[in-house]
């Protein structure tokens, strides 16, 4: 650390550096940065060195993840973090890997994606009026980021929020991880909460208001698109696309449907 002005290497980069970014690009532009948490610096440089066998001719991106999608959307979904073949790789958030291709595929169906396959972060992928993120930009291992590495990273989570508030309507937090990480950004930003804690579930719903401006922030549950909820059929491509068409509707995002 330089007096005041920690290093990407330390535990304070995010939670010092975050709130004074004043854009989304400066901030998407930080966070790719960001070496705080050691098990996750090493994990994903040691997946971009050892690779999968599909991949050996891939330069992995192997830093951390940043959000995705247009700064002033109505919508954001929040995820867990980056597969390690997948996002670490590729350099976009559900990209490259099953779990993407589900998301991408649904967004598409509703006309929120401008492709269904999102391959590469310069594949030409747009949303619309929806953007992406994570509670923890880093691939972990076995995809289970601890609660210290999850804490560390929360600020970024936080400042993309509020970078997002004047136009943010509905979030879509698919799965527990994300729901159980969102809910104290909230609070902390200044958003009510209602009591008792509102519980995950696919579908569940929870009306946030701001206490500033009293405008309302809904919240919607999701299971996520993984590989193995798709393929045991937990979640389905239709819930996915339900959900995601119920979060637009509350964020007053035009959808237009392909498949019924």
Known sequence: MHG?????????????????????????????????????????EEAARVKRRAFQDWEYWARPVPGFGPPDAPLAITGLAPAAHGGNRTGRIFTGDPSGDALYAALYD???????????????MKLFGVRITVPVHCAPPDN??????????RPWL?????????????????????????????????????RPRPAFGHGAHAQLTDARSERVLHLIGGYHPSQRNMSTRTLTPAMLRDVLHRGADMADVPVHRSRP
Do not use: K, Y
């Open 158 to 194: 936080a400042r993309e929020l509020e970078l997002l508030r004047p136009t943010l309507r509905a979030i879509l937090v698919l799965g527990g991880f994300a729901w159980q990480a969102l809910l104290p950004v909230l609070t902390n930003t200044g958003w009510q909460v209602p």
């Open 110 to 124: 509703l006309g929120l994606a401008s492709q269904p396959v999102a391959t590469h972060r310069n594949d030409g």
């Open 4 to 44: 005041s002005h920690p290093t990407p290497q330390t535990r304070s980069f995010p939670l010092v550096t975050a709130p004074r970014l004043d854009s989304m690009r400066e901030l998407d532009q930080t966070v790719s940065t960001c070496r705080a948490c050691p098990r996750l610096v090493a994990w994903r």
């Open 144 to 153: 289970r980021p601890t609660t210290t590495e999850r804490d560390t990273c």
